[in-house]
């Protein structure tokens, strides 16, 4: 079972090794749409009554969460579009999850100061 299994890890490896850049390229943006979608879900949040509440340092620390969000978001759609290689390609997803990160946190955040 294990060398089976080890096999075809080996022959998915070797296949990857060999794809064309646009095939890595494909998958970049479904991570962007997944991230911008964290960002837009915070925004709309933030736009409510109770944001309106809070106090100002709190909102800022909910803002600073949500502009590193914003800014990694913007990197990975950079290294996507004017990629070197597959590097750049792995970089933009990498980026745009950390960005989807962000915006969770900035979510989470916003909603535990929302119930001070």
């Known amino acids: 079972m294990r060398i089976k299994w080890f096999i075809g890890a080996v022959s998915l490896a070797v296949a990857l090794q060999f794809m064309p850049q646009g095939a890595q390229a494909f998958e970049c943006p479904k991570h ?22 809070m106090a100002k340092a709190d909102m800022a620390q909910v803002h600073m969460l949500l502009d590193d969000a ?12 004017k990629p070197q290689g597959r590097l750049d390609h792995a970089r933009a997803i ?11 946190a900035s979510d989470m955040l916003h909603f535990k100061l929302m119930k001070k």
């Open 94 to 104: 990498a980026k745009a999850d950390a960005a989807r990160g962000y915006a969770v």
């Open 70 to 81: 914003k800014m990694l978001l913007a990197g990975a759609k950079h290294n996507h579009e």
């Open 32 to 53: 962007f749409t997944t991230a911008q979608a964290a960002i837009d879900k915070v925004l709309g949040d933030m736009k409510g009554g109770m944001s309106k509440m």
